[in-house]
């Protein structure tokens, strides 16, 4: 009964491949988001999708791009990967308007050789 | 532009102890605050959140104060417990749902 799952957990692949990460939520959220946290702990906002629309993009490169094919899914698609994109990468959800808590996926370690 | 961060990066306490972990932020159109804690492997874990027009609010062995004045936040965690033991982070919304993290704290809890 995981509330927000992603996969795959631990993703290693060489610079230059293309892979992608998904993201299920089961708490009938209407927005999700993926953050990136460095090898410094420091999360950063990446996007956020509201009900299939995106509304949030910090100026991640264009290499990244997120798809949500319904509002219980946000994947993650990253071409032409690099070294800097080694990093843990978390989905999460949370109900939209009025300001609420975010909850977090377990994160996938994507590490890039 | 908007930052938070953190005066301790480790915390190490006794068991039984109360801690206080401490949090900057300088976006003075912050309305919203929330403590998550995260530990090894796992995502970050809700524990508590405060709006703007609120400067305290308990939970269960938690307390976050709010000082609008000098843009600080702190997390007071009574009785403190080995499983405590974890990386707390801070973080500030001011709209959009869009929520900037501090850098992190650790909190090491001897027994």
């Known amino acids: 009964d995981t509330a927000v799952s992603q996969t795959p957990k631990y993703l290693v692949t060489q610079m230059g491949n293309d892979k992608s990460i998904k993201c299920e939520q089961n708490?009938?959220?209407?927005?999700m988001y993926w953050y990136k946290q460095d090898s410094k702990k420091f999360l950063k906002i990446m996007f956020s999708?509201?009900?299939?629309?995106?509304?949030i993009n910090e100026t991640v490169p264009n290499r990244f791009s997120p798809k949500s094919p319904d509002k219980a899914h946000l994947n993650l698609h990253i071409n032409s990967l690099e070294l800097g994109d080694s990093a843990v990468y978390f989905c999460?959800?949370?109900?939209?308007?009025?300001?609420?808590?975010?909850?977090f996926g377990n994160g996938t370690r994507l590490t890039v050789t | 532009g908007e930052s938070v961060g953190l005066h301790l990066p480790t915390l190490s306490v006794q068991e039984g102890d109360n801690s206080i972990i401490n949090c900057a932020y300088s976006?003075?159109?912050?309305?919203?605050f929330i403590w998550y804690k995260q530990e090894s492997g796992k995502g970050p874990q809700f524990i508590i959140d405060?709006?703007?027009?609120?400067d305290k609010r308990q939970g269960q062995r938690v307390t976050v104060l709010l000082n609008k004045t000098v843009k600080h936040l702190s997390l007071q965690i009574a009785a403190t417990q080995p499983g405590d033991s974890a990386v707390y982070f801070c973080?500030?919304?001011?709209?959009?749902?869009?929520?900037?993290f501090g850098t992190g704290t650790r909190l090491l809890v001897s027994p």
């Open positions: 999460a959800s949370s109900q939209g308007g009025a300001p609420a808590p975010l909850h």
């Open positions: 708490l009938g959220h209407d927005t």
């Open positions: 999708y509201n009900n299939k629309e995106l509304i």
């Open positions: 976006n003075s159109a912050s309305d919203y």
């Open positions: 405060i709006r703007s027009n609120m």
């Open positions: 973080a500030e919304s001011s709209g959009f749902q869009k929520l900037v």
